[in-house]
């Protein structure tokens, strides 16, 4: 075991969060061998597309709307999977539900998803999108959450870490319902335009990722208000291993259920000194 006197305040976050979470928060990939993994979602897909089912989708979508200057988000990026029926993904169903007796513990497992992201690794972010971002946000629940029109409870805690940054927090608001694999950049506005508002690079939070059609309409419509650059970070990529085994096959089932822990910038998906 390392000395904590020799590592470093990020290396030590690090560690801390593996003792947390190791045991159920899962690593994302990216591509494997095989050929069944979405580049864009990391989600699955079928091997002979090159991407899944909900990415093509919307980016035929967003291609039939380039006109109007829509485009999805240029990089996106996720804390770990979270497989139905799994601790991970009853920390992200259970963070933000005031109900739930264990809400205050799934917010710390949340607090280091951000802290890895968005403290310890958030220089790494002009490593693959060549700058810095120059405002952020997260997304609002939309209308038929029965969080909408309350606070973001993700907005809270991660506002304490982007505070540090000296950039300027968007204030996006929701107007319909949830877009089911739909990409329409009224679903959301912004309610910050009248400030000026930099948006030659910005970074959207997520809570979650199922089909990203919620989080490529925020990215639409602040595409249609000039933003330069967008980089999505999702804390989790939900997985359903039920939903693979019935329509990839039992083999890429079992690929996802043998993913583990991965000691690695969410970013630069690498290890490097921190």
Not at 238 to 253: F, Q
Request: proline share 5%; net charge positive.
């Amino acid at each position: 075991m390392s000395d904590p006197r020799q590592t470093s305040t990020g290396r030590q976050l690090e560690l801390a969060k593996i003792e947390r979470m190791g045991s159920y928060a899962r690593g994302v990939i990216y591509h494997s061998k095989f050929g069944h993994v979405c580049p864009v979602c990391a989600g699955p897909k079928k091997t002979e597309y090159e991407l899944c089912i909900a990415c093509a989708g919307e980016a035929q979508q967003a291609f039939a709307l380039r006109m109007d200057g829509v485009a999805l988000a240029d990089i996106v990026r996720f804390g770990h999977y979270a497989y139905k029926g799994e601790q991970m993904y009853r920390v992200m169903q259970g963070y933000k539900n005031a109900d739930d007796p264990s809400a205050s513990e799934y917010q710390k497992d949340i607090k280091y998803i951000a802290a890895d992201a968005l403290t310890v690794h958030y220089p790494c972010i002009a490593k693959i999108a060549g700058g810095m971002p120059t405002a952020w946000a997260t997304i609002p629940s939309t209308r038929s959450s029965p969080n909408y029109g309350k606070p973001h409870i993700l907005t809270k805690l991660v506002t304490p870490f982007m505070a540090r940054k000296g950039i300027q927090k968007l204030q996006l608001q929701s107007n319909a319902e949830k877009t089911h694999n739909h990409i329409d950049p009224r679903v959301f506005s912004l309610a910050t335009e009248s400030q000026q508002p930099d948006l030659a690079h910005v970074l959207l939070i997520e809570d979650s990722w199922t089909t990203g059609a919620t989080v490529q309409s925020a990215a639409a419509m602040l595409r249609l208000h000039g933003a330069a650059y967008i980089t999505v970070y999702c804390m989790s990529r939900i997985i359903d291993l039920d939903w693979i085994e019935c329509n990839l096959g039992s083999k890429v089932a079992e690929g996802f259920r043998r993913l583990s822990y991965k000691d690695q910038c969410p970013w630069r998906l690498c290890r490097h000194p921190v």
